[in-house]
């Protein structure tokens, strides 16, 4: 296993065994104030999510990727935790799994991802970021998950083990 294949399972790794999100709005990629009560053990315990009501229109692509980069972009703030923030990222493809209403999780999608972490080593398991190329290729599955809080249902964004 050449050195940046290994760098990219120890991510996919780590990733797969931490609850990671953002927060949303049904029309842009603005961080809401609220937060919800639950956390995640990756960086700052920052979890996405998102009103029901706010995204019932749109399709499950479009619930991933909302979700996906508002946490993106909470990890672009001075409010995320040193060690995951980004100076950039781009979400480079998602792709559906599956769709269950009946069960969790509702959406499940393999979501391949870029990002320029702002520092080395960091969380993301990036030992070494190269001057002449700092993206960082990621494929992680998600799961989305509803979850009631007293404001209404939300759906949250957490990583979900590879297939394959």
């Known amino acids: 296993m050449n050195r940046l294949n290994y760098l990219r399972f120890l991510v996919v790794t780590f990733l797969t065994f931490s609850?990671?999100?953002?927060?949303?709005t049904a029309d842009s990629t603005t961080i809401p104030i609220k937060e919800l009560s639950r956390k995640?053990?990756?960086g700052d315990?920052?979890?996405a999510h998102v009103l029901i009501e706010d995204v019932k229109q749109k399709d499950p692509k479009e619930i991933v990727n909302i979700l996906l980069a508002q946490w993106l972009e909470h990890c672009k703030?001075?409010?995320?935790?040193?060690?995951?923030?980004?100076k950039d990222y781009r979400i480079d493809e998602i792709t559906i799994i599956s769709v269950n209403e009946n069960s969790a999780p509702y959406i499940k999608a393999q979501v391949l991802f870029s990002i320029v972490p702002v520092q080395s080593p960091n969380e993301w398991g990036a030992a070494v970021i190269s001057i002449d190329d700092p993206w960082l290729n990621l494929g992680v599955d998600f799961g989305v998950f509803s979850y009631e809080e007293r404001q209404g249902p939300y759906y949250w964004l957490e990583t979900m083990p590879n297939h394959g």
């Open 45 to 47: 315990g920052y979890v």
């Open 40 to 42: 995640n053990t990756f």
């Open 19 to 24: 609850l990671i999100g953002c927060a949303s």
């Open 77 to 86: 703030t001075e409010n995320a935790y040193t060690e995951v923030q980004l």
